[in-house]
Nanobody, 117 residues
Framework: QVQLVESGGGLVQPGGSLRLSCAASGNIFSSYAMGWYRQAPGKQRELVATITRGGSTNYADSVKGRFTISRDNAKNTVYLQMNSLRPEDTAVYYC???????????WGQGTQVTVSS
């Protein structure tokens, strides 16, 4: 079992920045692909960014060039640096840990990001 705890959300003005963190329990973090997803009110949860065990990244078109996902395996933590934030980035952001071959798919409790003036 992997437990994920997100932090770093909050209220920010348009054009501002936030860095989300997701700390994972256990010592198997490096064997999982990690990702950030978000869900806005009335909408389905959508992929924001993912990072593989080897460090390859993938981004939703809407955040390319503005968001950066990274991981620190020594700290069992994945980050999402969000720059040039827009009101449409407002959502609850969820951390995900996945290892498809084992059928493992874990989620954090979410952290609220609100972009508003």
């Amino acid at each position: 079992q992997v437990q994920l705890v997100e932090s770093g959300g909050g209220l920010v003005q348009p054009g501002g920045s936030l860095r989300l963190s997701c700390a994972a329990s256990g010592n198997i973090f490096s064997s999982y692909a990690m990702g950030w997803y978000r869900q806005a009110p009335g909408k389905q949860r959508e992929l924001v960014a993912t990072i593989t065990r080897g460090g390859s990244t993938n981004y939703a078109d809407s955040v390319k060039g503005r968001f950066t996902i990274s991981r620190d395996n020594a700290k069992n933590t994945v980050y999402l640096q969000m720059n040039s934030l827009r009101p449409e980035d407002t959502a609850v952001y969820y951390c995900n840990a996945r290892r498809v071959i084992l059928g493992h798919d874990y989620w954090g409790q979410g952290t609220q990001v609100t972009v508003s003036s």
